[in-house]
């Protein structure tokens, strides 16, 4: 019997091709996923606007990890329970797992972190030619981007030795940093292994796939980034996609990985395939 199976995928240079952000040529291959029952759950540095947007124009309805694992939002039309410790938002249910953007910039400001800044440029500071340069975004995707709750995304122009020393006095303010694709992420503690974790351990988002325990389960982790790794590790199966022009992703793990030849998203889809209990679903 082939078990239930979720994908945790980052978006940028893992499902989304990381200069383009094209992702249709392999729309067929998802359409392909979703109707064989296979859950599809972006967990991405992108924030809610961004997200919510890529999912729609996917048609994807399954739940969705912001900001590096900071929040999970549940569209309230796929689960019929609350989630515990849920917060009610519009059409969905959200858990908070964590700093809120503002409590992040009072700790920066109440601290003395003032000879780490000058090696900083954050993404808000910063006009919007740089914004589009650093993001490869324009209009009203860079806008979207903008829009973050829970974490300040920047450019670090020190060195590794500085960048290691900024990290440990973060760590002890409850912040933490995370490496994207394209730019870092000054967030609380929270990760995607984090997310992935909660939302397998709600009650509520096991019984719409019908089952009682997350073992009942088998799940793939996709991405290419620093700020993947905790979701790599701890998935059944993990996929490192590669980037242009970078050494692929070292993971501690020793079985059951795998790393792409093609780029995304193209890669994304050729990797998965070679998954056997991909191909079982698939073919039945």
Known sequence: MVKNVIIFTDLDGTLLNFKTFEYKIIMPFIENLNKKGVRIIPSSSKC???IEHIVKEIGLKTPFIVENGSAI?????????????????????????GTERETINKKIRQNDFKDYMRFILFLKNMTKLQ?????????????????????????????????????????????????????KHLTGLNSKGDAMRELLAQPSFLQTM????????????????????????????AIVLRLPGRNPLKLKRKSNFFNSIKVAPDGWKETLLELDLIKKKLDR
Request: aromatic share 12%; charged share 25%.
């Open 131 to 183: 914004q589009s340069y650093y993001t490869g975004l324009k209009s009203d995707a860079l806008s979207r981007s903008l829009d973050r709750r829970y974490s300040e995304p920047f450019i670090w122009m020190g060195n590794n030795e500085h960048l290691s020393e900024f990290k440990k006095s973060l760590n002890e303010e409850g912040l933490s940093i995370f490496s994207g694709a394209r730019l």
């Open 210 to 237: 019908s089952v009682d325990s997350s073992e009942d389960i088998t799940t793939i982790a996709c991405g290419d980034s620093e700020n993947d790794l905790s979701m790599l590790e701890i998935a059944d199966y």
């Open 73 to 97: 939002y549940i569209p309230k039309e796929t689960i019929s329970q609350i989630p515990t410790n849920a917060i009610d938002e519009n059409k969905y249910w959200v858990l908070e797992l």
């Open 48 to 50: 809610f606007l961004e």
